[in-house]
């Protein structure tokens, strides 16, 4: 059973979902330094959400089919060197309810 506790802390904690990090590297020029951080689970713009969540990711399984979706679609992206399409992921991944798989059904 997984217990979520709402507080004013989480409150706060959604509203200051911004990924600043990712999103200053998306505005410079991507190299393969960016590249090899977005395949990394841990390094890329959900890794950044995780860290701001202070959680940490045990098993991709773990994510939410949503969010999974957008990690990929960002390492793509990334590879592709389309700062806009990443800047769009970000944005998406920053509104994402939850990015964790057993917080969507409780």
Known sequence: MVRVF???KTEDLIEKMTLTNWRQHVQQ????????????WKMCAI?????IEGKD?????????EAIRLGYEFSVAMQEKDN????????????????????ING
């Open 6 to 8: 709402y507080s004013q």
């Open 47 to 51: 890794g950044e959400r995780i860290k």
């Open 57 to 65: 990711l045990e098993s991709i399984k773990d994510l939410s089919p």
């Open 84 to 103: 806009e399409k990443a800047l769009e992921i970000i944005t998406k991944i920053e509104q994402l309810p939850t990015i964790w798989r057993n917080e």
């Open 29 to 40: 020029q991507l190299g393969q330094e960016h590249q090899d951080m977005s395949d990394n």
